[in-house]
């Protein structure tokens, strides 16, 4: 059967051949009316895009005489403007995402969301005036009420978050894998002879990571006899009902994002890690000696830019119902916060 060309499509629908490759790639240039005409008669006729073809020649469109192919977005959802200097995890995430962005001819322009002179009508024009379709979120752990107040933005952009999941929010992400960073930890410190382990995480933490975290700790516990099973402490730093938990359970080896959980038990006279060990669910600022989860940060800031080009290069837009998920795996770190290695 012969390959249909674009010319069929447009002698069949009445527009030029340029029209119904804008049509066909969903270019807003194209009326809607436009573009529904051209896909319908393209599948009346049997018409079958070659992948490689388009990708070179969007390659070339895209090159044409510039240096770059186009600008993306880094939005700060986070309550600090600056998170680079307050957070090793973000940090690493701005550099994946610059590299990446580097090596792929784009260049980043970044927008703190919390600035108070800053909303989405502001938001939205300077990107029109930059000619941004593409935008990456960071920091949306901190502050939900980001996700609504932009949503305009959302609705118009290719978007993706990096390192939250906003999944169940319509926006594909690249992030963690939540349950593997409990399923490592809790084999490494089996591996340790720990045999008490208990987790000592945030009800906003565990319930905005889908909680995963939550989820894999009750399974993996399983491993374990019952008199071991330590119900899980769900508070926000509170030296308080941290030892009042501690005290009751006597766990001999405790899973947190809460640095402050060393001096919460020297306070109380335990030693770590003789008495209790530690192993810190991420990176934190002066933790690097800790034992812990690294979130591999930088491949997820890298793993963004990816996700974001594919998204322009299909002319994707807008929240959806069928969003996509990268998860990477952590990394484990031995360090001076649990007992050495048998």
């Known amino acids: 059967m012969p390959r249909i060309t674009l010319n069929e499509i447009a002698r069949q629908t009445g527009v030029s051949a340029n029209t119904v490759s804008l049509a066909l790639r969903n270019s807003p240039r194209i009326s809607r009316k436009t573009r529904e005409a051209v896909k319908k008669a393209a599948k009346k006729l049997g018409y079958r895009s070659n992948p490689v073809v388009s990708r070179v020649l969007s390659d070339i469109r ?4 510039e240096v770059y192919y186009q600008t993306i977005a880094i ?6 403007p600056d998170t680079k200097k307050i957070s090793p995890s973000y940090r690493k995430i701005y550099e994946g995402c610059q590299s990446r962005a580097e090596s792929s001819g784009c260049k980043i322009d970044t927008f703190w969301l919390q600035d108070p002179r800053m909303n989405a009508n502001r938001l939205s024009r300077i990107l029109k005036t930059r000619s941004i379709s593409g935008v990456i979120v960071v920091g949306f752990i901190h502050n939900h009420n980001c996700f609504d107040d932009y949503r305009p933005i959302w609705k118009s952009k290719s978007c993706i978050s990096a ?21 490592r930890a809790m084999d490494e410190l089996q591996n340790l002879g720990y045999r008490r382990p208990g987790l000592y995480i945030s009800k906003a933490i565990d319930m ?13 516990q399983e491993r374990f006899s019952p008199a071991n099973r330590i119900p899980i402490l769900r508070h926000e730093i509170s030296k308080p009902r941290f030892l009042k938990w501690h005290r009751q359970y006597k766990p001999d080896v405790i899973l947190t994002f809460f640095e402050e959980t060393r001096a919460f038990l020297a306070s109380d006279g335990k030693r770590c890690p003789e008495d209790t060990g530690i192993i810190l669910l991420g990176s934190r600022p ?10 591999n940060s930088r491949q997820i800031g890298a793993s963004a830019v990816d996700l974001l080009l594919q998204a322009l290069i299909h002319n994707e837009s807008g929240l959806t119902d069928n969003p996509r998920a990268i998860l990477h795996r952590p990394t484990w770190q031995k360090g001076t916060t649990t007992r050495p290695s048998i």
């Open 62 to 65: 895209k090159r044409a005489d």
């Open 75 to 80: 939005l700060n959802a986070h309550i600090h």
């Open 163 to 183: 390192g939250f999941p906003a999944i169940r929010r319509g926006m594909s992400s690249t992030i963690v894998d939540g349950f593997d960073v409990i399923a």
């Open 208 to 220: 905005r990571t889908d909680f995963h975290l939550s989820a894999a700790f009750a399974k993996c």
């Open 286 to 295: 002066n933790c690097d000696d800790w034992t812990r989860l690294e979130n």
